[in-house]
């Protein structure tokens, strides 16, 4: 055969393959129906340590991103936020809404082989109220084993939002053996009830779960769906890296050697673009960048030089650059097409408004007289850092004498928590506003707020928003909030921040959540 | 010489205890403590406190530090306040980490360090000396974890020869261990043999200048003989302090290394505690950096005696 023949023919052959694929693509189900492959190793990188995989004792994200896919709860949120049952069947409260009673899931396992049962479920819930990372299960006054499979919760007051903070993820109220029900924070035996069990934890290294083979899926969903549902185990094996150099994670990632970046830099992503061999997720919805005022010492406790920094910041300049581009300019303290979304309400005539004319006014109302304006920040976090920088340089050009204090997160912490030497500090909110409205405001109320000092308007909408017995009331407060928010200037919304991720091209069924489900995720053939 | 050990071992006591004080005092200091990393942004001062009595970190410094000193003795270093494990397991199981990358690191930029070193200074005032230490130079100035990322998107993800991250001990696979050492190690060495290369070629200068040097090549010696026998045996003592200096430097951790090839070793190890502060670790890891100092030391100490029979005479 000539050199022109073979061409011939593998173009023709060539040809004939493209139109098979396309012929087949034709008449196979689409998408993931027919395409799980069990078995394998799947890698995920993180960057820091679980500070703890004792899921009840820390609100760290690092951990809850493994712990959510080895332990269970009696409720968790579905993908909605909407609490749904996981370990429960379900939950019936009294009509004076102080008696929860939650009939269990029969035949549930834990990783040690023993069926979980209502013991269990008091054993853990009392170990919460001991050493949980969250007030959430305050409002219980007693915990009773009424049958096997049954627990009841008997409340000190009414709580019409108690379902939505035991379902919350952040310290998640997790189902343990009875058997831990002694042991010290951070020290049970790390048996769960989810799909993975943890075999190792080397710090600084590596966590390594291993498919749970006695799992028990619960059959009255079609799927996974947000923190429960019917959960399928494919890999056999998942490896949580742990990698604190972006560079590095990338790299790893091109070369193959991992599967899955939790966070990849936004400047990389756009890189890697147009590799075929990677795939990128966004999450526009993934955090809220703030400036908190200390409204307790001068000169930020004036509530028209707190306005006036609000009037003179450019949003889109700080945080565009602070989060490298992935962002959304919302003034709202919700965010948008969820279910407390109130739209721009208070934030019209204030947010990005960048009205250098206006603060300059408002800073002469206020008698401001060049006193030094102090920004704490940290280098952990790069967003806190870059938006400190830029809110200085804005604040200055209106004539503010802008100082920044940028040291490490734990001294920060330290810092925020002394009444005065202070008084701007950039800070991301991630999980309370995916949580809604009550985890933002509880974080603007009560014994400490972030802001220092007690707005009382806002104590009794928190209340009210608390005390609403239904979604569309508590709306109704929290409309009531944002505008009291645009009032008090106590905190000031930069912007959404979104979350990228990526994963090579072969790895099907990931979608990006509050936390990387490693569960209903396999690798094509 | 033993009596010689013994002299430098008491005197390394109270060595230790300044550094343990030392630390004692900068962390207490230092703002912040590990209930900010253990109660999170929106802990009330009140989860803090009670956070704070658990571990009992609000006691007072000199308490805590007799405390301290007080299990010290008994061989205890305390326990973790995060990593739910004992400070000397904790260091302990970092060890083959450092060791490897240190070991290995050090061969590499003893070698490549002193034949840079003994070329230039045989080749004085040529383009073989100049070049030499140019890449010395190079090796001194480029920052490692530049250099490092460089070698992991040439070597592992443009050629896909080495992993680009991560530890295999070496008792689970040998050749795993060599793949997963081969870049860390070479990122340390290149950028720590421009000093050992820069002390070489000046020791060496100094020697090549000598009568004894001289005589030798007068009577007709191998070239190569009279460098590596006579000039470069007489030329080591500042070259092996300063690989000392070197290898007490890489025995503590090398932090950025180890945080760009994703290793768990010491220096991260001992980072780590101080960004979360977790005091036990921090106080813990810093007496093992300093008494691997001290040994290093004391081996160099050693090193002397055995290559300067006067300096053996001395003690």
Redesign the interface.
Known sequence: MTMLGTKRLTSFLRTLTMTSVLALAAVLPTGSAWAQVAGGELVVVQGS?P??LDAMA???GASRNINLNVYETLYGFDENVVPMPILAEGVNISEDGLTYVFPLRQGVKFHNGDEMKATDVKASLERYLKVG?TPNLEPIEKIEVTGDYEVTLTMKRVTPTFLEAFSNPRSPAVIIPEEDINAEA??TSLVGTGPYKITEY????HVTLEKFADYTQDTRYAGPDGFGGKKTAYFDKVTF?????P??QV??L??G?VDILDQIPVPAARRLANDANIKLYENLQWAFGTLILNANEPPTDNVKFREAVQVALNMEEIVGIASEGLFAANGGWAYPGTPYDVGDVGAADYYNKHDAEKAKALLAEAGYNNEPFTIITDN?IPFHGRAAVVIAEQLKAVGINVVINQ?????????R?QDTGWNGWT?TMGI?PYLGPVAIV??LT???PHFVKHDPELEALYQELITGATPEARKATFEKVQKRLYEYFGIIKLGDTGQMQASRANIEGFKTFRIPRVYDIWRAN | MLLFIARRLLSAIPVLFVVSLMTFVIMWLVPGDVSAEIGGTDATPEQIQQIREQLGIDRPLLERAVNWYGNLLRGDLGHSYLLNRSVVDAVLERLPVTLSLAGLSLVLATIMGTLLGILAAVRHNSWVDQGSMVAALIGLSIPDFWFGLVLIILFGVTLGWLPTGGFVPITEDVLGWVRCMTLPALTLAFTQMGVIARMTRSSMLDVLDQDFVRTARAKGMRARTVIFKHALRNALVPIVTVVGVTAGVLLSGAVVIESVFSLPGVGRLIVGSIQRRDFPVIQGGLLVTASIFVFVNIVVDMLYGWLDPRVRDER
């Not at chain 1, 080397?202 to 290294?205: I, N, R, Y």
């Not at chain 1, 890296?241 to 150099?245: F, K, Q």
């Not at chain 1, 040291?407 to 810092?415: A, E």
């Open positions: 340590n500070p703890s820390t609100s760290s990372a951070g020290k080397v710090p600084d290294s890296r742990i990698m604190p150099e560079g590095a790299a790893a091109e070369a050697e952990t040291v490490d997160f734990p001294t920060v912490l330290n810092l928590m800070l309370e509880s974080t009560g014994k400490r």
